[in-house]
């Protein structure tokens, strides 16, 4: 069965997603642009989006509640500044509202010049990367085995 992606990207979430849609059969909706979709159709549901500010992008988090169906089985993925944990928290707590099964999540790194990265000096230009990519790529593949 299909599976659809609804994310939020400035640049770098769009660019890992563009190359899971050219190794998988995926439907995209940008939440910035699209504000009502019907799910209800899809398996699995994919949320991606860029992190600001310690959280998925609003836009996204709007359309989960708003059009996210009960008891789907869905999945996250996100760039980001840093490697940290906890990321898709905002993002979960809808998706567990709506009683859906979590399966699991994955991050990039993603370059910006958002001023935290530069105050730690930390190099991430050119992110995310072939490596980051693929990565995404693999877990991608993954969440579709799994039940
Ligand atoms: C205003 C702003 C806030 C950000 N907040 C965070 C943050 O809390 N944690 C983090 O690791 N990265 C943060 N970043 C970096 C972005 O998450 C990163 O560049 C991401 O790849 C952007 O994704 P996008 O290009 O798909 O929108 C922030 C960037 C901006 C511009």
Redesign the pocket.
Known sequence: MKTVIIY???????KVIDKIAETYEVDLINAETVSEADLSGYDKICFA??????SF?ESVLHFAEKNLPEWKKVFFIY????R?EG?TQSIHKICAKKKCRILGNCGAL?????W??KYFGWNIKGQPDRGEIMKVIQFYGEMLEKE
Do not use: Q
Request: charged letters at 20%.
């Open positions: 939020y990207s400035k640049k770098n979430t769009k989006s860029g992190i600001y500010n310690g992008h760039t980001s500044g840093f940290k990321y993603g370059e910006t010049n958002w935290r990265i």
